[in-house]
């Protein structure tokens, strides 16, 4: 089947999390600099995760361009993705609010970790239904070490944010800063 209804499906959902998170930003009430400084937990938590739903929307768009069509698997896969990432209104909210303590950070770390492994199913439902191995996805793809190293990177972060919450932040800062550019072996291989 065609990828389009996937696409448009996508796009509205990542549409509805950046909405839902940034009503969940709350206005300052008052008119110096102090409320601002009070806001900065919440405004840093919604500018991370931010990011992070771009990277995923901006990845997912190149990832598709290069397929041609989905299967069944890929849409069920897409959905346990999209689940994942419906997460990050309520973990942000709640890291914010909590000026990063412990278990906030540790559970949006979790989110964050279950978004990368639910990532690697839709990748490989989509290299099946657009010709295996021998696909220019899977040849795209590689080895996908910097899926792997993202991996890596929340459950250290996971368990560093019970000693060192501000670690944990650091990590996932440098994940998203690592995703921040679009695959370039998926741009090559399509212009090819």
């Known amino acids: 089947m065609g990828k389009g209804r996937l696409e448009a499906f996508s796009d509205g959902v990542l549409a509805i999390i950046i909405t839902i998170m940034v009503l969940e930003l709350k206005v300052p009430h008052g008119a110096d600099w102090a409320v601002l400084v009070a806001q900065w937990p919440a405004f840093l938590s919604y500018v991370l995760s931010f990011v992070y739903v771009g990277i ?12 041609q069509k989905v299967n069944g698997a890929s849409l069920w896969a ?30 949006y770390g979790a989110v964050l970790l279950m978004c990368g492994l639910a990532w690697q199913p839709f990748q490989r ?5 657009n010709g295996g191995k021998a696909s220019l996805l899977a040849q795209a793809v590689g080895a996908d070490w910097k899926g792997w190293f993202a991996v890596a990177m ?20 440098t994940v998203a800063a690592i995703w921040f550019i679009p695959d370039r072996r998926i741009e090559s291989r399509i212009e090819q």
């Open 56 to 67: 995923y929307w901006n990845n997912h768009h190149h990832f598709l361009q290069a397929a």
């Open 78 to 107: 897409n959905l346990h993705l999209l689940f994942w990432l419906s997460l990050m209104p309520v973990t942000t909210g709640w890291m914010g609010e909590n000026q990063f303590a412990s278990l906030p950070v540790a559970v």
């Open 125 to 129: 439902s989509l290299i099946v239904a």
């Open 154 to 173: 929340y459950v250290s972060g996971i368990a560093l944010a019970f000693v060192a919450p501000w670690v944990s932040c650091l990590f996932y800062a």
